[in-house]
């Protein structure tokens, strides 16, 4: 085999809860992960000449170390000595520094394929413990799916899946800065926090809709006021017949959950007439 391809899912956060700020700056946090069918393509073919060649779709993008895809390559390369080198072509469709953790799959992607590529015979869990050292989401990414993420990210445990629905996707074209968010995060004893294990509670009952009910976001507390747009969008697909519909990660994306596909198409063209340019995508969850 000289060639192989494979699809990076996005994620969404069904819940995101901060628990505290530690010594060392990292956050510890408590959050449900969840893939959607929104993927970024990787395809990496061997070279005869040695070292990583990165193309992608999107110009503005880094192609050398400063990609998380080029990293990743490199770690396993280095530790298993390879000879021959690797071609890299990264089309991306996952918007970027969205809260998608668009990075971190293809990081995590990358892995997978370096690993049957060059039949280095790394389980899954061996893969994980190496990406952790390039980000606390990529041992995630590997894993794919439902996830409980705690810790930093890192700790990872399966949870009962979210239950069947649509995804409606609603990103709006300005950036916000994950240092930004989580240095303005106020944790304190006024500080309502979500209630993950409900929402865990509602996915065992397969209760899509209490589970609807309880999808909260620490980081909008920070992230709405300095973008009231989130709000506006959120509550355009709540009036179009989203069940709920919550920022990811730390922005600016939102996602509307829904039980019917001609709602969610619908609320997709509420959302695209909305003052402000979004990207809208319609999709479902990638088991
Ligand atoms: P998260 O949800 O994990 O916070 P994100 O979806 O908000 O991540 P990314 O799309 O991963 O953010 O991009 C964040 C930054 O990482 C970008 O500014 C980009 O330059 C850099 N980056 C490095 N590698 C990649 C990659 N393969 N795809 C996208 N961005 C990358």
Same mark, same amino acid.
């Not at 073919?45 to 060649?53: D, F, L, V």
């Not at 709920?244 to 730390?250: A, E, I, N, R, V």
């Given at each position: 085999m000289d060639s192989i391809w494979i699809n990076a899912p996005a994620k969404i956060n069904i819940g995101l809860d901060v628990l505290r700020r530690r010594e060392d700056g990292y956050h510890e946090v408590k959050m449900i992960m969840q893939s959607i069918r929104l993927f970024d393509r990787l395809t990496l073919?061997?070279?005869?000449?040695?070292?990583?060649?990165l193309h992608t779709n999107l110009r503005f993008l880094p192609v050398n170390e400063d990609n998380l895809v080029y990293r990743s390559a490199k770690l396993l390369m280095d530790e298993f000595g390879i000879q021959e080198g690797v071609d890299i072509r990264l089309d991306k469709r996952i918007p970027v520094a969205a809260g998608m953790a668009? #990075? &971190?799959t293809d990081a995590a992607s990358c892995m997978l394929a370096m690993n049957d590529l060059f039949e280095l015979g790394l389980s899954k869990r061996s893969l994980m413990k190496r990406g952790v050292t390039l980000g606390a989401d990529i041992p995630y990414c590997i894993l794919k799916g439902t996830a409980l993420s705690e810790g930093i990210g890192e700790?990872?445990?399966t949870i009962p899946e979210t239950p069947d629905c649509y995804v409606l996707i609603a990103k709006p074209s300005f950036h916000v800065s994950t240092k930004f968010v989580y240095t303005n995060l106020v944790l304190d004893e006024h500080t309502e926090h979500p209630d993950i294990d409900g929402m865990i509670q509602s996915m065992k009952k397969n209760d899509l809709t209490g589970l609807c009910q309880q999808m909260a976001n620490i980081l909008e507390t920070v992230t709405i006021p300095a973008h009231p747009e989130i709000a506006d969008i959120k509550r355009c697909m709540m009036e179009n017949g989203a069940l #709920? &519909?919550?920022?990811?990660?730390?922005g600016p994306t939102v996602f509307g959950i829904f039980d019917d596909l001609d709602k969610a198409a619908f609320a997709k063209e509420k959302c695209r007439s909305l003052p402000y340019k979004c990207f809208v995508f319609v999709t479902d969850l990638y088991r």
């Open positions: 073919t061997k070279t005869s000449e040695p070292g990583i060649q668009g #990075g &971190s700790k990872l445990s #709920g &519909s919550l920022m990811s990660g730390s």
